[in-house]
């Protein structure tokens, strides 16, 4: 049979010219490829002496699978012997490692999937016909995270997940590089003393050339971004507290609502119509309609007067609120700088009791909002937003790979899929990193 040679180079790894015999034959839904190659002329690795051929060896190889088929490659491998010493040997394996059952395609398969996280391992499993142990055996070996310098500007923030984190802390943190726009890496706790270690476990002359760390208001990142890099400038994403300035607002506009009466136009318009004072894209300016509960023509405009003259408390708010974030989009770090305690000095007087935590945020964490106005790399504010990004994409495959408990399969599958720079090489040995089970403790067997 003489097979298209390309097809040959790109599903087999080897040239039509060194094939001798090749045939393919469906059986049920495997693929069978049977393939003997060529001899050639080498010599004994030992005495260099002559080899001649002496016999046959057979191997079956899984390889890549073809559509609806498996493929399995059934390789009569020559066996040479030496005419001057007697060893045996085998010809080299184009297709696979030595003992290895599994092709060069479908490890490489398997690897490309890895990198994919919309891949669950039972995905990868069904799609190649490989088992997750070795799927996993696969990423354990050839996936390996090599020590990288700190970046200039770190993102730091935390996930969810009890089964991952250390001593089952509940949450594991995501490191983010803000230069580069990539992961880089994923630890077992956001605890201060785990991250303490880990950080000042580096070279001191590594942590400070870090300049700016980013979070988001969890104390403990501040204490340790001040104690392991010393020439840091630390700044909170404005998204977290902007959500607490916006959460309290929400807070009054619900105290308010439950002190109407069930029903009336005041509720009324708290309940249904509270998302003119919460979203920025809606159009004030529509077309006037009828409004049967007002008996008059109104527009989305006239209703939201409505509700900030009905009630004067929430109108101060709502501005205060307004003017704050204009603030936040607006301001350079100069003008922050300077503006700042005339904002905090706003929110104090106007004394609004649900307003008493976003007070105390901007008290407490001054310094920190002030530097979110830097722009040290273009036009952007520091922030945290691709780590949420990030965090975003890890928290879906966790929801959809439940069952997830080994942290460095975990960390080693992330880093893979979400950093560029992370390769794999592939080699003859193979580890695991599975995890050790606990030894069983003494018992009695019951005899029937």
């Not at 001649?52 to 890549?64: L, P, Q, V």
């Not at 991250?195 to 942590?207: D, G, V, W």
Request: hydrophobic share 30%; proline share 3%; charged share 30%.
């Amino acid at each position: 049979m003489s097979p298209n040679s390309d097809f040959i180079t790109s599903f087999l790894n080897v040239k039509s010219d060194d094939i001798d015999v090749y045939n393919i034959k469906c059986i049920d839904d495997v693929c069978y490829v049977d393939i003997k190659l060529k001899r050639k002329k080498c010599s004994c690795e030992i005495c260099g002496g002559k080899l001649i051929g002496h016999g046959t060896f057979n191997k079956s190889i899984n390889h890549a699978n073809l559509r609806e088929h498996k493929c399995q490659i059934r390789y009569k491998a020559n066996r040479y012997i030496c005419k001057e010493c007697g060893k045996t040997t085998m010809e080299d394996n184009p297709f696979t490692f030595e003992r290895f059952k599994m092709s060069y395609l479908t490890i490489r398969n398997v690897m490309n999937y890895l990198g994919n996280l919309n891949y669950t391992l039972e995905m990868i499993s069904k799609e190649l016909n490989i088992s997750t142990t070795q799927v996993n055996r696969y990423l354990d070996s050839y996936v390996v995270i090599p020590k990288r310098p700190l970046p200039e500007s770190i993102g730091i923030d935390e996930l969810h997940s009890p089964e991952l984190s250390y001593k089952h802390a509940s949450y594991i943190c995501v490191l983010v590089d803000n230069t580069s726009r990539t992961i880089y890496d994923v630890l077992g706790s956001r605890s201060k003393n785990y991250l303490s270690n880990h950080f000042t476990a580096i070279k001191k002359e590594e942590r400070e050339k870090v300049k700016y760390i980013t979070i988001d208001m969890w104390e403990p990142y501040k204490a340790v971004a001040k104690e392991a890099f010393p020439n840091c400038i630390v700044a909170i994403d404005p998204f977290h507290y902007i959500k607490h300035l916006c959460d309290d607002f929400n807070r009054l506009r619900i105290n308010l609502m439950n002190q109407q009466e069930y029903n009336s136009n005041s509720y009324y318009l708290l309940k249904k119509w509270h998302f003119l004072l919460d979203k920025d894209d809606v159009d004030l300016n529509n077309p006037k309609q009828y409004n049967k509960r007002f008996g008059c023509e109104l527009n989305r405009g006239d209703i939201k007067e409505m509700i900030l003259e009905t009630f004067p408390t929430l109108k101060a708010a709502y501005y205060l609120k307004e003017d704050f974030r204009e603030f936040v989009r607006t301001y350079s770090y100069k003008q922050a700088k300077a503006a700042y305690d005339d904002y905090l000095k706003a929110f104090i007087d106007e004394d609004i009791k649900e307003y008493s935590e976003f007070v105390e945020i901007l008290k407490n964490w001054k310094e920190e909002i002030i530097n979110s106005f830097l722009r040290p790399y273009g036009d952007h504010k520091l922030s945290n937003a691709l780590t949420e990004h990030i965090n975003g994409t890890i928290g879906t495959y966790l929801n959809v790979s439940r069952g997830i408990t080994n942290f460095e399969r975990f960390r080693k599958r992330v880093l893979f899929s979400l950093n560029p720079k992370i390769n794999y090489s592939l080699t003859s040995h193979l580890k695991s990193d599975s995890l050790k089970n606990k030894s069983r403790g003494p018992y009695n067997k019951v005899k029937e």
